[in-house]
């Protein structure tokens, strides 16, 4: 069953800084690649279609999942992918990188992302690839109580998931 499998092996870490003054987009381009990046890999696999990557800040979680995200498009769309990936034919990459602080619009910066959060796991499908940044702007028991429940609606739904916290309990 090659179902719900997504493996990278020496992924180098996209550069997604905009370029430096003079730089146009074609002609001078630069390399989309981090200067002196670790290669990194990950395999998520049917058995266990929920990752989840804890640890302190600056540990390169999110690095991995934009990595991951940016290499699941550009293979489904069948541009270049940076190592040696294999994948499942996802339906729909779905991915969240942060919220947004929308208070004119009444909008706190944490009720920005729970209904970002809800707009997604309502797309979501059993041939969905899921890619979530950690839950913040409340304490840790709440958002380990969100967290928990968002990632029991995606394995109800059967997504393949890569998910982000700081909370290890």
């Known amino acids: 069953n090659d179902s719900h499998v997504f493996v990278l092996k020496e ?3 996209f550069d997604t800084s905009p370029l430096p003054p003079g730089y146009e987009f074609l002609g001078g381009s630069k390399s989309p690649f981090l200067d002196q990046a670790v290669a990194q890999s990950i395999t998520i ?6 990752a989840v990557l804890t640890g302190p800040n600056s540990s ?6 934009l990595n991951c995200c940016l290499n ?13 990936l294999t994948l499942s034919r ?3 990459v779905y991915a969240f990188f942060g919220g947004k ?17 809800s707009q997604l796991i309502s797309r979501v499908d059993a041939n969905s ?5 950690e839950l913040h702007g409340t304490d840790n028991f709440e958002a380990a109580a969100i967290q928990l429940a968002v990632l029991q609606a995606l394995r109800e739904k059967g997504a ?8 290890r309990d």
Not at 45 to 50: K, L, R, V
């Open 45 to 50: 696999h049917p058995a266990h279609p929920i």
């Open 11 to 13: 992924g180098m870490p």
């Open 72 to 84: 699941a498009w550009f293979a489904l769309n069948g541009f270049y992918v940076s190592g040696s």
């Open 90 to 92: 996802f339906s729909n």
């Open 129 to 133: 690839f899921v890619i979530l940044d």
């Open 160 to 167: 393949t998931v890569l998910f982000n916290t700081h909370i």
């Open 101 to 117: 602080n929308l208070t004119s619009a009444g909008e706190s910066y944490f009720l920005n992302i729970l209904n970002q959060y």
């Open 60 to 65: 390169g979680k999110t690095v991995l999942m």
